[in-house]
Each structure stands twice: as C-alpha cells, then as structure tokens.
C-alpha cells in the first residue's frame, strides 16, 4: 500500500506531518509519498532515520493556505501539494491521501479530480466521536456544505451508513437526523424535508430525529446534519473540551484521563466521502500523532475498500423522483 | 412585586415548583401567585410553613402537556395553567410570570396574550453559558423558531444587546452571529445575509462571526444564531457535560467542582424576549433551585425594566428596508 502525504499542509507542517508519516511506515509494511517542495522535505527528512526505500518523495512547487479561497486557489495553483496529492490518488500511485491543509482546498481537489461517485451531489465530511458505551457515533456533514438539499441529506445518510458499517462494523446502523426534538414534528424545513424522504426508504435504519443531547448518549451510529450545523457542533464540542480542560487543570492541577477520549488526535481525521478515491481530512493544527492516526484511517478505508461499500450502500437508495 | 408561577408545568410539578417560589419569598418581600389546580396546590401547599399573606393562589383546570401540539393545545385549553398565568401578567396583577412546561405552548401565550414588541417578528429565547473569563456568555435563540430570516436573526440582535447589556452590566455588549468560520465569507445564506444586515446597523457593537469553539472563550457577549442552531448547540452541552461527569464520577469518584458552572440550575431560566411582559422559560427537568433561581431572574427583569430597555434598542435598529 502507499498513501500520498501533503507535506505542506497544515501549522505543524512539514516536520510534524512527516514524523507521523515516518511512524506509520515503520509500523506497517506500507509506503509514503511525501508530496510539496523536494528540498524543504529533503531538509527535513534527514533529522529521522528511515527505510529510502519505502518514501517517496514527489514534487510539488506551491501550497494553498488556509486563507485562501479554496476554489480560486485549486484554479491557479497547478502545482499545489494538495493538487499534485490527489492527482496521484487519481492515477493510482497512491491508494489514498492524507491532509492537514486547507479543507475547501481538499475538497475542490477531490470534486474536480477524482470525481463524486455517482449519485452523489456533494461530498461529506463525517467523524467519530467517542459516546457513552466507549464506543464511537458518527457525525456529518461536518462543514464541507452548508446550505443542504434535503436530499442530499439522505445521501449523506447512505454514505455513512456504509462507512459506520465498516468502521463500527455493525451489520445495520442506526441513522438519524439532528434536530431541535425528537418527534417527526420538530426540525426546520429541510430537515422535515429529509426526515420525510428517509422514512420512505427502505434500505437504511433510519430511527427518525435525535438531539443535541443524544449525540453522546449511544442513540444512534451515524448522525447526519448539514456543514453548518455540523461544524457548529463540532467546534462547540472542542471549546468546551478546552473550557472543562482549563477548569479543571485550575481546580485539581492536572487533566483527566478520561479528555483524552475527546482528544481530536485520537481520531486522526474525517475521510472526504462520496468521491472516487480516499482523502482524509486532518485537523488544520494535528501534530504528529494525529498524523499517524490519519494514516491508520486512510489504511483501513483503503483495506476494507469504502469507496466500494459506499457504492452498494448507494445502490439500494431509492429513487428521490 | 407579584410573580405568578405555573404550579403545573414541568416534570417535578406541582411539589419542587411550589418548593422553589417559596424559598424565593422566603428571601425577598415579594408574593406569589400560584396558578393551577386549586386542591393540588392546598394540598402541596400543607407540607410547607410558609406566610398565606404572601401566596396566593389561582385556579386553572386544565393542564397543558410536554407532548401535545403548541398551538393547539393553547385555542383549545382556554384555563390551562399557562394560559391563565400569562393573562395574569396581561391584566399586570402579576408582574411576571415562570413556567417549567411547554415552551411552545409558553410562547404562544406570550405571543396571543402579551403582544409583541413593535418591530419584533418573533420573540427568541435567550440563556446564559459560563465562559473563560467566569463570566457569561448569551446564546439566541434556543429553539423557538427554527427557520429564520436574516432580517429576524438582527432583530434577535438588538433584543440580545439590551438583556446583555442589563445582566452582564456591559455598555456595548459584543454581538456574534454563529457561523462555520471568522470570516465574512463563511455562513449558509441565511447567516451571510445577517451578517451584511448587521455590518450595515450603526447603533449596535456587532463583531462579526464566531465559531463553535468561541461560545466558552469570551469572544462575544451575545451569540446570535436561529433556534434550531441554538436548540441543537445548548442540547450538545448538555449531552457533553453528562458524558463528561459520568466519565469523571467512573475515573474519580466524584463530580468536579467546576462542573457546577455548567449546572443549568444554576441558570435557572430563559427569558422569552420580544414580547410585552416577562415571561421565564425554565427546564421541563427543573427541581427546586432551578425554579428559585428562574424566580431571581423574572424579580431582576422587573427591577431592571426589561420591556423598556428591549423597545430603546430596537428603536436604535435602522430601517431593514
């Protein structure tokens, strides 16, 4: 296996993003292709020691930074290292990739060359976060598209279906819809919309509407909502972390062992569904673990082939007409 | 001052409402209006020592339920206990009223009894969160109109600038629309427009956007949002904070400290703004202190004159036309 690493991405890029990467070789059988400016990546390569034989290191003249407008950017920038990564995905000299770049960036790249998978309108970005029973809930859309069709929720629904499948390894996940309530009554016009649509389809194991509440409660696998509402709740849930971290290092002079269950590097990264390829997303400030742990996920999506998964799962999706 | 309090709302009622307005007229001068099933009340009433001078009680017969339609259940039920503590208010034999029940069918009584406010589409609710610096932070609105346009979100704005202003003793409170990013850019529609909306309101301190992560950081004082965001976002804390306490009581043994600034009784309620007289939404869940403290906030609404101060800043908004 090989999985190509935009070395320039990120705040802690490139030493942080190579570290993690040089891990995650020496713990599996599998290459890297270290993708931006061959002599920064040169530079920083010779600080470790490693098997040449298993990196690659492949040229890429410019970076998209996070300030950036993505799609402005992904036009001029030809030779940026997140286009020249996913270009490699696209060509099959790397089963997948990983980065902690600019994420509209990511996504323009993975839209325009590798392809939504058909039936698929817009890609997802969906992530795991830690429940009740110490097991995980997914959630998304987490930010990649804010204003949502309600079907394009439902596609959604299918896309996690397959990947919580996979990842949970549950025979059928429970999918529900974020709401203001539980009852098929609450929600705004879409998600009324969408709740309608999924009630009507039969393929999938949609349970109806949860709450803000629920999310880390074991109610459901998958939980599905649009990037705006997504990302809110996604980064509330961060700033609380930091609040209750700081809180309690105030008050009893250390952090819990249980934070580290809402620790983001754990996670690793959010996987770009619905494209024609493997594209993991990684938070914009991941240090070298978080890297490693992006990798293992671009691994297993790689060995339990989701882009083929998230085909079938698509296939029985009913007919919107 | 007269408060009246819906003795039958809420999941503890009739026994820890009636708990907690006695404590409160315990600790101040004030009387209370207790309104629901006259024999329930009595009888409630004889397990307390308490001054009958200053405890009145109001009958209603009828009870409206957390799981019957708003809108319905408030034509149908004429003598439900919101209903006829609201008229209380409306006939200012009252000067304002709590409730632990349904807060649509709060909301509608407020809207059909009371009247809104000149200028006001729909009246938002409004909490308090704890934040980094040991103050408080304002999100709007909690859940009372999911779908909004941008012209209501600065309506919500204004609304939330005067309550600010008045608890947190600020001269300009900071007023944030919550969105997926800092930058203008970023937002769904509804909240792009807002944004452009507000840029464009002299008279109001608006800081622009803020993220999830910045509602526990002290960046805004008011965080401006729709009900179904803001519905969502306060569930997730709540859902957080049990997850985390029950994480901490499983590692320590014991519930930190800290986590008492989350404790929603704490809080105790959340003023509907917008409409013409006061009227406090507390938790369906609310025991004895929350009630108490959902009395403290209708007593400081009255002392700080909040319909006035809500009319003087929204006849500060500029035309939205």
């Known amino acids: 296996m090989r999985i190509a690493v935009d070395a320039m991405g990120g705040e802690n890029a490139p030493g942080e993003i190579i570290a993690g990467a040089l891990q995650w070789t020496k713990e599996t059988s599998s290459n890297i292709i270290l993708v931006g400016r061959e002599m920064v990546i040169k530079e920083e390569l010779s600080r470790f020691t490693y098997d040449p034989a298993r990196v690659e290191i492949v040229n890429a003249s410019e970076v998209i930074g996070m300030e950036e407008s993505p799609a402005l950017a992904f036009r001029r920038k030809k030779d940026a290292s997140i286009v020249v990564a996913t270009k490699l995905v696209k060509e099959k000299r790397a089963d997948g990739l990983i980065s902690c770049g600019s994420t509209g960036a990511q996504m323009a790249a993975a839209i325009f060359i590798l392809g939504r998978i058909e039936g698929v309108d817009r890609p997802p970005l969906i992530s795991a976060l830690p429940n009740s029973s110490g097991s995980f809930t997914f959630l998304m859309d987490l930010g990649a598209n804010v204003d ?27 999918v529900a819809l974020l709401s203001n309530g539980t009852e098929e009554t609450k929600g705004n016009a879409v998600t009324l919309e969408a709740h309608d649509l999924l009630t009507r389809q039969k393929n999938i194991n949609f349970i109806g509407n949860i709450e803000g ?13 649009d990037g705006f509402v997504g990302n809110i709740v ?88």
Chains 1, 2 share one sequence.
Request: proline letters at 2%.
């Open 213 to 225: 509440r629920d999310i880390f409660a074991d109610e459901a696998d998958v939980v599905v909502c």
């Open 234 to 321: 996604l980064k509330t849930i961060e700033g609380m972390a930091a609040f209750i971290s700081a809180a309690s290092w105030k008050e009893t002079g250390k952090i819990p062992a249980y934070f580290q269950q809402l620790d983001y590097t754990r996670i690793g990264g959010a996987p770009l569904l619905g494209v024609e390829g493997i594209s993991i997303v990684c938070h914009g400030s991941s240090g070298r673990e978080a890297v490693y742990n992006g990798m293992k996920i671009a691994e297993k999506s790689k060995q339990d082939n989701i882009i083929e998964a998230q085909k079938q799962s698509l296939n029985l999706m009913d007919s919107q007409e």
């Open 148 to 174: 949502c069709k309600a079907s394009q929720l439902v596609q959604f629904a299918f896309l996690g279906n397959a990947y919580a499948r996979l990842f949970l390894e549950a025979d059928d996940p429970r």
